[in-house]
């Protein structure tokens, strides 16, 4: 170990100097176990003996596009090779990129998890009102009494058909947006709330903030249940001064009330002179001149693939869904065909996916991550799951053959960074595109369980942008998809399996 030591380069830090050697420890514990040499291995995989040699030393990294044949020539069990791809993975994390890879994941793991079906309870009524409970009082300690006075001020607003409701929240604050996401799941929302988010200024540019990207994965699932109805804005907020200099930094404004909340929201003052209530919410509007939209929501089908594109950059197309993107093997001919012409916008869809998809013809990279489930929808029925049936025909037995042969045979070539998704990993009523400088953009498809929310979700803001994107372009070398060779085998199993009778 200590004549290892001395042959890092120095350029290494110490986390990953203890990454590289536990990863050249492992291969070299492999060897073992398989019993084959260096040279053997060499010749079996193409990969220079220089290379293999120096990477059992530590002295360099084992180049990445190599590792699924030294994973195939090593006949690694499903045990090994999560094993050491998971070493692999380490020689490349810094512990901010680690930690939000795992709270994308932790999110999606949510996202899939999520229970659309009907609450087994309805709240019909409030045991007492507002006034009944809060009585002289105007400051309100402790969990106990914030949250139900927060719970009955929304439930009191929302009883209004003019309901409005403007937040500025706790960074820690955890009960508004799981009661806001309770009540979008219960269908009994509709709202207009709008949400001011201060997203944290420090760091450096290069770096993913989580403190911003736990903010975002907090809210994430009200945007896409709200059925377009809730909008956060975000600023940056470098200064922390006036969170010590003001007991009630934050608020909850409604028609009738506002409810100002400590930092940690443990405390909270009721105000509710007419006044005072307009005071605030003027406040409110001055705010959101000075902020960003955090995201856009579009329900329209042109604007959709205009946006699918819009993350489309010249240097690659970044794609994760429940079934493959095809988009690559698209001319205009299967444009003419499949796009149903009596639509409405048949002109105008058309033209932006003449655009679009021979863009994804020429793109340099192309990534697509898909899972068995999709796959096999797909050779079933011939239909997209981004894109219904009724916009789409679904494609005949011989096209769909046609699809997937060509996928796996790009796979094979490299041209295409496919891969097969282990199961839990993305929910199946989505996509996601991203890009590395355009944004992200979610898109629910036929599988979402709330159709009359259907549309798309968009981000722009820099530095979550960065984080999807390195989450996904970071999945191939993760336990969670099968290999290159593994994937296109599927594809191809499937293919030889469609008949021309379904």
């Not at 260096?38 to 190599?66: H, I, M, W």
């Amino acid at each position: 170990m200590l004549y290892w030591l001395h042959r890092i380069p120095d350029f290494y830090h110490w986390d990953e100097v203890k990454a590289v050697l536990l990863f050249s420890e492992y291969l070299r514990e492999l060897l073992q176990v398989k019993k084959m040499t260096v040279s053997a291995l060499s010749r079996l995989t193409g990969v220079e003996r220089t290379t293999l040699s120096k990477t059992l030393t530590g002295q360099r990294v084992f180049p990445y596009d190599s590792l699924d044949r030294l994973i195939y020539h090593l006949r690694l069990t499903p045990g090994e090779e999560q094993r050491f791809r998971a070493y692999y993975d380490a020689q490349f994390e810094k512990e901010g990129i680690r930690r939000s890879q795992e709270m994308l994941g932790k999110l999606f793991s949510d996202l899939l998890n999520l229970d659309f079906s009907t609450p087994a309870f309805e709240e019909t009524r409030l045991l007492m009102h507002l006034d009944g409970y809060a009585g002289e009082r105007s400051i309100f300690s402790g969990a106990t009494n914030v949250q139900p006075l927060l719970r009955m001020v929304l439930t009191e607003e929302l009883s209004h058909p003019d309901a409005r409701v403007e937040l500025t929240v706790p960074p820690t604050d955890t009960f508004l947006g799981e009661e806001l996401l309770r009540r979008y799941l219960g269908g009994r929302l509709t709202a207009e709330i709008s949400q001011i988010i201060a997203f944290d200024a420090s760091g450096a540019a290069e770096d993913i903030n989580l403190h911003n990207l736990e903010c975002f994965c907090r809210i994430f699932p009200i945007c896409l249940l709200s059925y377009r109805n809730y909008h956060p804005y975000y600023y940056y907020d470098n200064s922390i001064a006036a969170r010590y200099t003001d007991p009630f930094p934050y608020f909850l404004a409604t028609h009738s009330c506002v409810v100002c909340l400590s930092e940690d929201g443990g405390q909270a003052m009721l105000l509710r002179s007419p006044d005072q209530v307009e005071c605030y919410h003027r406040h409110f509007q001055s705010l959101l001149s000075q902020c960003y939209n955090l995201i856009q929501y579009t329900e329209n089908p042109v604007e959709i693939l205009s946006s699918y594109d819009g993350y489309t950059d010249d240097s690659g197309f970044y794609m994760i869904m429940d079934q493959p993107c095809f988009g690559r093997f698209y001319d205009e001919g299967v444009i003419d065909r499949h796009l149903r012409r009596e639509l409405p916008f048949y002109d105008q869809l058309a033209e932006v996916a003449r655009l679009r998809f021979g863009r994804l013809r020429t793109v340099e990279q192309f990534y697509t991550f898909f899972s068995r489930d999709g796959l096999k929808r797909f050779c079933e029925t011939g239909t997209l799951d981004d894109f219904p049936e009724a916009f789409v025909k679904p494609f005949p037995p011989n096209m769909r053959r046609q699809l997937l042969t060509a996928l796996a045979d790009h796979i094979r070539t490299g041209d295409v960074t496919g891969r097969l998704l282990e199961p839990g990993v993305f929910p199946d009523y989505l996509s996601m595109t991203t890009s590395e400088r355009s944004g992200v953009g979610f898109f629910t498809t036929e599988h979402f369980p709330l159709q009359d929310g259907f549309c798309s979700v968009q981000i722009r803001e820099p530095n979550l942008c960065r984080a999807f994107h390195g989450w996904l372009t970071h999945l191939p070398a993760t336990v969670h998809t099968l290999g290159a060779e593994e994937t296109a085998a599927v594809l191809d199993e499937l293919a030889r399996g469609i008949s021309d009778t379904q």
